[in-house]
């Protein structure tokens, strides 16, 4: 049985009973979904009477479940009940069944009693629908609807000031540069994010400013043009109160940033936290990217990554090439390092890792360097040429005087006899080291503690708690709230 | 309206006199100022104008030739700043109008010598983001490989490589930029062998730093405070015990400022 087929049957027999005999099993998958949608609908319609943005956030979060369910058979049914003819424009466009544009004439859908109840609905819901119907155009892989579907939406949300609709607005401008860079045009698009990075802080919207911030960073970034992400980062302010996964998104882009003005440390500290701040049990994929990009900024520090990091779980093939080329840093081995590279180029390529990867040489060759200096008292130049597979002994030379002086190896040169020496090794805890790195770890301890007692939420005290049926309600509804958090896994998986 | 085949002659005038021998660089700038203005009279080059048509390609192109020729100008009077001004004009042509027009010829030397002059200055930093601009198949071009490899022996220190190099520059307007980078390099191979070395005699120290003559390499030597003896060079280590005492004094106000920091911290938590 069609999909059209289907609302044809609904349309006739009204709302069929979920487990009633008229229903197989495809039309009561559609009939679930057209009343989880209604039910969506209802809630956000309540959540802007009350101005509850915290409802309204848990249907938009539940948008990941419901996508690749969606058909367009089912939101039209949707659209139909909810919303006027006059609304319903947008879905005449846009909404397609089998391959044809959808009637949206409202007025023949008499089937309905309550349709005439919840006709006079919020724009939040029909901007709802919007999101979800240019959603599904991008799944469908139909962009070139999918990019002008999703600037009108974006020109129907910025049309309306109540902040009711800074979550939907922000992930209207989501899905729209989504498709803008499906469809490689990703350029294009950016003054009016910017404009609209504007109104977001003019309107005190953290919602929309973390999101557009996060566009805006992609935007440059994929243009490799890190000067203007640096300049954004730097000028602007990322907002307190924003979702765990657009931090994330923002941690990792500002890492990249940092990486490439060769400022590893930062770098790696907020990979870290990218990767710590992205949801655990999904977002494989910005998970993997991060770690790939964190596993060469550690080794540009000089540290070595963990072993174990490499066989996380699902994780150990994409990192493979990574574990490889770790490996030849680690022995300090020039000559593998230089295989390793070229026989992973793609994928290095690929990831954009390349021009990073570049500056490991370096790396290895003071690794090499060090495990010498470890290893022997005193040695010649020319040995330590044969042994880092270097030209000459001037080259060695000028090599090893910069590892003395960036501190990487504890030794003297003595240019009479041409040699090496190193110097005695200090005992570690006789200097300041064991304190700092002691006072590091207290300082990462203090600031989770403190980021714990700043994300929790108190009741509003004005709430009138008197009435107990109000506050089971609340109870529950705060109950659900938590647990589509732990769910919540968004749309990170989108981007990667 | 901008009368393009004036701009053209001045732009060919311009270029005879930047790439002829001897140029006279108050008349070229005369010039470079004048083909300026009547650009911009063009109306390619006003707010909001249709750029994607090969008739306005043809102001544009002009419009690239001079800031070329005004960058080239630019190295030949040594000025760092109007190079650089000159370059981030130009960034705009091969970056943001690629699409619509064919590449310059001068695209690769113009994007090397920026490369090179970041490096000269020391903006490592600067260097790596504008090399990520550069895309992957200009990167084996001649000129632009060029300031690759040097940033790779300069990270390394290979500074002999580098010394080295100076003789091999793929183009004469990369001279200027390279005497500067062989002072920025002096200066490096310098602080290495502070550390590196306790003593030096002259002849290694005078080939290491690349000086001309003994005279230099002492005047040289005076101004980065070494002690000279008996044809050697003394670098001057930090004094042990001096250093030590500042350094204890340091890490123990360090310490003080950790420990009131934790106690405020428990203070909020108990």
Not at chain 1, 144 to 165: D, G
Not at chain 2, 142 to 160: A, C, D
Request: aromatic share 8%; hydrophobic share 40%; net charge negative.
């Amino acid at each position: 049985m069609s999909a059209s087929a289907i609302v044809e049957n609904v349309k006739e027999n009204g709302i069929p009973e979920p487990n009633g005999g008229i229903a197989l099993n495809g039309s009561n998958k559609h009939d679930l979904l057209v009343a989880e949608l209604r039910k969506n609908v209802e809630v956000i319609d309540l959540a802007v009477g009350t101005k509850d943005s915290r409802l309204q956030s848990r249907i938009l979060r539940q948008t990941r479940i419901i996508r690749p369910k969606l058909t367009s058979a089912a939101l039209g049914a949707v659209v139909k009940r909810t919303l006027s003819k006059e609304e319903s424009s947008f879905f005449s466009k846009y909404l397609f069944e089998n391959g044809v544009a959808m009637e949206m004439d409202t007025t023949a859908d008499k089937k309905s009693p309550d349709s005439s109840a919840s006709m006079t609905t919020v724009p939040e819901v029909s901007a709802y629908l919007q999101l979800l119907c240019v959603a599904m155009l991008i799944d469908n892989k139909n962009l070139e609807k999918a990019v002008e579907a999703s600037t009108e939406l974006i020109e129907f949300v910025s049309k309306f000031k109540s902040r009711t609709m800074d979550d939907i607005g922000s992930r209207a401008f989501f899905f729209y540069a989504r498709a803008h860079e499906l469809t490689n045009n990703l350029a294009v698009i950016r003054p009016r994010l910017l404009t609209a990075y504007r109104t977001s802080v003019l309107r005190h919207d953290p919602t929309g400013q973390a999101m557009l911030l996060n566009l805006l960073l992609r935007n440059y970034i994929h243009y490799k043009l890190y000067d203007q992400a640096d300049k954004l980062v730097q000028r602007t302010e990322f907002p307190e109160t924003r979702s765990n996964n657009q931090l994330a998104r923002f941690m990792y882009f500002d890492g990249r940033i940092k990486a490439i003005q060769l400022d590893y440390t930062d770098a790696f500290e907020s990979l870290q936290q990218a990767l710590r701040k992205a949801p655990q049990g999904t977002a494989l994929g910005f998970r993997i990217i991060v770690q790939k990009f964190m596993f060469i900024v550690q080794m540009l520090t000089g540290d070595i990554p963990d072993r174990a990091a490499f066989r996380q779980q699902y994780m150990e093939k994409a990192l493979g090439p990574y574990l490889e080329l770790t490996k030849s840093v680690r022995v300090g081995d020039l000559s593998l390092f230089k295989d390793v590279v070229e026989k992973y180029r793609h994928v290095f390529m690929r990831d954009e890792t390349m021009s990073l990867i570049t500056r490991l040489r370096q790396n290895v060759i003071k690794t090499g360097l060090r495990k010498i200096n470890a290893s022997y008292s005193r040695i010649s130049l020319d040995d330590i040429c044969t042994r880092l597979g270097l030209e000459s002994r001037e080259r060695a030379e000028g090599v090893v005087a910069k590892a003395i002086r960036d501190e990487v190896i504890d030794a003297v040169i003595d240019y009479k006899t041409m040699s090496m020496r190193s110097k005695d090794n200090v005992n570690t805890y006789t200097t300041v080291e064991p304190a700092n790195a002691y006072h590091s770890r207290i300082e990462f301890c203090l600031n989770i503690y403190s980021g714990a007692i700043r994300a929790m939420r108190f009741p509003d005290a004005t709430e009138d708690e008197a009435n107990t049926e109000a506050r089971r309600k609340r109870l529950k509804e705060e109950q659900e709230l938590a647990k589509t958090l732990e769910e919540d896994e968004e749309d990170l998986e989108d981007d990667f | 309206m901008g009368d393009i085949a004036g701009i053209q002659s001045m732009v060919a005038d311009l270029t005879k006199m930047v790439d002829g021998p001897h140029p006279d660089l108050s008349k070229c700038k005369d010039l470079v100022n004048k083909v300026k203005i009547e650009l911009v009279k063009c109306p390619e080059f006003q707010p909001g104008a249709y750029l994607d048509n090969s008739e306005s390609n043809k102001p544009l192109i002009l419009a690239r030739q001079t800031y070329e020729k005004a960058a080239g100008l630019s190295i030949l009077c040594q000025d760092i700043d109007g190079f650089y001004r000159n370059v981030a004009l130009l960034k705009d042509f091969y970056f943001d109008y690629s699409s619509i027009l064919p590449p310059s010829e001068s695209e690769t030397l113009v994007i090397a010598l920026q490369l090179l002059l970041l490096l000269a200055e020391n903006q490592v930093a600067k260097f790596h983001t504008e090399l990520e601009l550069i895309p992957e198949e200009l990167r084996d071009n001649v000129y632009v490989r060029f300031p690759i490899e040097l940033e790779q022996f300069l990270t390394e220190g290979s500074y002999s490589e580098l010394l080295a190099a100076k003789d091999h520059i793929p183009e004469k307007s990369f001279a200027y930029f390279m005497n500067l980078l062989m002072e920025t390099v002096r200066d490096e191979v310098a602080k290495s062998c502070e550390s590196a070395f306790d003593e030096l005699t002259y002849a290694a120290a005078q080939k290491m730093l690349n000086l001309d003559s003994v005279t230099e390499l002492e005047q040289y030597s005076m101004d980065r405070g070494w002690i000279l003896e008996n044809s050697t060079i003394r670098f001057v280590k930090d004094v042990e015990g001096l250093k030590d005492d500042r350094k204890i004094e340091k890490s123990v106000f360090e310490m003080i400022d950790r420990s009131l920091h934790y106690a405020v911290e428990l203070e909020r938590i108990v």
